[in-house]
């Protein structure tokens, strides 16, 4: 008989105190019955990581680790991003344990998947994805951005898993191979196919958050999705050049036209096509530059090696 494995549920927290106790609740609920039921070794552990929260996370997270020691916690010493403090703790539980599953707090995936999960690994799965199986929480803009998300990513080059956020099942060698990747713009959407094994999918149905608010509003969606595509491609630089191209050969082709036209007196000197024409240029090279700027800037930071996160506290 094969000994159980020892799991961490790996849990990024930031400014989670609405939600936490019920977190708490549900997920040691499920971890004490996987523990009974010989799926998990009594050494598993839930470890929250708090991502510099501003509100009484890190006390809830502290009162959980006192009263049950299945319960355990990392704090960093500020705010570094949902990435970041998801790689802190998958980091932080590598040596500890022979598995970890990693979700978000806010009660949206479904604990109950973790079994089937859990199944997938005892079968030889080195990498587990969880699935949503419908969008049917989401509004109809969130339903539509994030399908063309995917579909960017994709027709860019990036090998991403569709409808998956980070809910998702790592084994002890996936966690070796990811602690060798060392970049500092993390998206480990794109990070973890990348690392190979043995993969499967479980499907699982979203639910609402539970109580809070979402940390992921608009301008972190996008700024998600930029870090995402400049961090796995190239193309869009291609594109620059191709579009560039075609744009000059239009216009080159337009201006002889319209030039020909004044000639034969049709039209009048085509000083609105002109302008047009160089406010359309000025348009794509300033779009240019700031495509090139942001590879550039990406270049920057990771020349520079800073530590992607700083772990003050620990409940282990």
Request: hydrophobic share 40%; charged share 25%; glycine share 8%.
């Amino acid at each position: 008989m094969n000994k159980a494995p020892v799991l961490y549920i790996v849990v990024p927290c930031y400014n989670e105190e609405a939600v936490l106790p019920e977190t708490a609740k549900r997920l040691g609920k499920n971890l004490f019955t996987l523990i009974s039921a010989g799926k998990a070794a009594e050494e598993s552990r839930i470890l929250f990581v708090d991502d510099g929260s501003k509100d009484r996370t890190w006390k809830l997270i502290e009162a959980c680790h006192k009263t049950n020691p299945h319960f355990a916690g990392i704090s960093l010493s500020r705010n570094r991003g949902h990435q970041n403090a998801l790689l802190a703790g998958l980091m932080t539980a590598k040596g500890r344990c022979d598995v970890t599953i990693s979700m978000d707090a806010d009660l949206q995936d479904d604990i109950g998947a973790v079994d089937e999960m859990l199944e997938k690994y005892a079968e030889g799965c080195e990498i587990v994805y969880g699935v949503r199986s419908a969008r049917n929480t989401d509004t109809f803009f969130k339903k539509f951005t994030a399908h063309a998300f995917y579909r960017l990513m994709h027709g860019l080059g990036v090998q991403t898993v569709s409808d998956h956020a980070d809910y998702r099942l790592m084994g002890k060698k996936a966690l070796e191979a990811l602690s060798q990747f060392k970049e500092v713009n993390l998206f480990l959407r794109g990070i973890v196919p990348q690392l190979g094994y043995k993969t499967d999918i479980v499907y699982y149905e979203r639910a609402e958050r539970f109580a809070g608010e979402s940390k992921y509003p608009l301008k972190k969606m996008i700024s998600f999705a930029v870090d995402g595509i400049t961090s796995f491609s190239v193309r869009p630089i291609d594109w620059i050049v191709r579009i560039g191209m075609l744009i000059s050969f239009i216009c080159f082709l337009f201006l002889v036209i319209s030039w020909i036209r004044y000639g034969k007196g049709t039209v009048e000197a085509p000083y609105g096509v002109m302008i047009s024409s160089i406010y359309l240029v000025g348009g794509i090279l300033l779009t240019a530059v700031g495509i090139v700027g942001e590879y550039a800037g990406k270049t920057y930071m990771e020349t520079k090696r800073r530590p992607r996160y700083v772990i003050e506290k620990t409940l282990l």
